[in-house]
């Protein structure tokens, strides 16, 4: 997927567009479970989401009764080689972190 991301607009995905293509992920499943458009089954099927094939630095996307992910969990990124690598929570590991961070050059 983020190599699909890279040819086609010849950029490296950014952190927001991460973000906001996982959210349109979820929306489409919830789309789709729900069989309709109806606000009140999308909610239901959000509600009810399970969702263990996503791009995001966490386990399985799911929501609490008050609408938060409660498997969200931040990631740690450094820009290595000009590339935004993770380099935390341990499990999701890219690169070793590099430190201190050298200095910009340009």
């Known amino acids: 997927m983020f190599e699909a991301y890279q040819k086609r607009f010849n950029s ?11 959210v349109m992920f979820v929306l489409k499943d919830a789309l789709e479970r729900a069989g309709s458009t109806d ?3 999308v909610r239901d099927a959000i509600s009810k989401t399970n969702l263990t094939d ?13 609408g938060e992910n409660v498997n969200a969990s931040p990631a740690l990124l450094q820009v290595q080689g000009g590339k935004p690598l993770v380099v935390g929570p341990a499990r999701f590991v890219e690169a070793k972190p590099v430190f ?7």
């Open 12 to 22: 490296v995905m950014s952190n927001h567009g991460v973000q906001g293509y996982q």
């Open 100 to 106: 201190p961070v050298p200095k910009w050059k340009g």
């Open 39 to 41: 606000r009140e089954k």
């Open 54 to 66: 996503h791009i995001l630095t966490q386990d399985a996307i799911r929501f609490d009764d008050a």
